[in-house]
């Protein structure tokens, strides 16, 4: 069996949020049928949430019955440790419930129900440390498909996207919950993206995407160092992406995709705007000089990251969301459950196994899709339809 070093995912799209598994000397190929399910979950609650990994404890979020709540699942042996209430149900026409992933820091673990309810909560026990509402104690305002956002954690302070007049986004003290300040300069109502952490001449910012803007705020004192037009619309999904002082961006409804250049200055320098990428939801990956992603009508697409060129398009494969992991893309078909496995290539669309998501959920909303994303870690592979939590071992033998 090849061999594999413990690795957390404590957060939406792990290590630095680029969707990168730690893991190496993984299967290249699965068995007929696909690999081995290690276990299932049958009580995530509903919704589509996703989950975080610290040692042997997952987390995710779900709907039981009217209430929210933040769930500690034995990893490795797939029962249930404990559960929290995070919040009121939030009911939406493309399913109820909580869409974000915890967010998780050292003994505590946070979590974002979709009303906006933020929540702090012990890691060992579940106990709840405090809790604010985006809506009703930072004046956020609930858009249609609720909040979504995975909050980041930087330094002492945890950031997060309420909208509205008082800020768009707020940096609360992540021990006590205590709001240290807003960007009173930017008021844009929040969208559906999860912010990242950029470097810019030495500076570390907190970059995040609204409907039309997108910017880079100092996690310090919420100021606003620079920011780039952005021509958003109905709503803006996928997280921001940055590498070697690129910060890139994607959209669906036929929006498409941004580069710009930002500089210490404020201004932001646009390296491209086209549609090559035109990314709903399911997340773009960037794997070295190259972006993998689903494009709205145009299929799985390769696009070079620098000038933005599409390399190549296939639609051998459903749309949905993406992971990387040793070498590899792990795609998930949101509507018909197939899972596969694809080189994380700019030769071409080159797939090596295939198998289908089963049972699926009968209590998703018809409106609704698999929509959590696919994560590996620690040899497993982790995927949600509702309120089911499934583990497959794809570890290399």
């Not at 909208?163 to 300069?185: F, I, S, Y």
Request: glycine share 14%; hydrophobic share 35%.
């Amino acid at each position: 069996m090849a061999s594999l070093t413990a690795a957390d995912w404590l957060q939406w799209r792990g290590p630095g949020r680029e969707d990168h598994s730690p893991d190496t000397g993984l299967l290249k190929q699965w068995p007929a049928g696909g690999p081995k399910r290690v276990w299932l979950f049958e009580n995530a609650g509903l919704g589509y949430g996703g989950y975080s990994v610290a040692g042997d404890r997952l987390f995710t979020v779900g709907l039981r019955g009217e209430e929210e709540f933040l769930i500690a699942v034995d990893a490795k042996a797939g029962t249930e440790v404990w559960s929290a209430k995070v919040g009121p149900k939030f009911s939406n026409g493309w399913g109820d419930g909580p869409r974000m992933t915890p967010t998780v820091d050292g003994d505590r673990v946070y979590a974002l129900g979709g009303a906006g309810m933020l929540v702090c909560a012990n890691a060992s026990d579940g106990k709840v440390r405090w809790q604010k509402s985006l809506v009703a104690d930072l004046g956020g305002k609930l858009e249609s498909w609720g909040f979504t956002e995975s909050p980041l954690i930087v330094g002492d302070r945890i950031l997060c996207t309420p909208g509205g007049p008082q800020g768009t986004m707020a940096g609360l003290n992540k021990m006590t919950g205590e709001v240290l300040w807003r960007t009173q300069d930017l008021t844009d109502t929040a969208q559906y993206a999860s912010p990242i952490l950029m470097d810019l001449g030495g500076r570390t910012l907190a970059v995040q995407l609204v409907m039309k803007k997108f910017f880079g705020v100092e996690p310090e004192t919420g100021k606003v160092v620079w920011s780039a037009d952005f021509p958003g619309k109905v709503a803006v999904i996928p997280t921001p992406i940055q590498h070697d002082g690129i910060v890139y961006v994607s959209a669906g409804y036929g929006v498409g995709c941004k580069a710009v250049r930002p500089a210490a200055s404020g201004s932001a320098e646009t390296l491209y705007e086209n549609k090559v990428m035109k990314n709903h939801h399911g997340g773009v990956i960037r794997v070295g000089e190259h972006l993998f992603g689903y494009n709205d009508g145009g299929g799985w697409t390769c696009q070079d990251f620098r000038s933005g060129k599409e390399v190549w398009a296939s639609k051998n494969f459903g749309k949905g969301a993406v992971h990387f992991a040793d070498g590899m893309l792990y795609l998930l078909d949101e509507k018909s459950g197939d899972v596969a496995l694809v080189e994380a290539s700019p030769a071409a669309w080159n797939e090596k196994s295939r198998f289908k998501l089963e049972p699926q959920s009968e209590q998703r909303n018809p409106q609704g899709g698999i929509w959590p994303h696919p994560v590996v870690v620690n040899g497993r592979l982790y995927l949600r339809d509702q309120q089911y939590l499934f583990c497959f071992d794809v570890r290399g033998r």
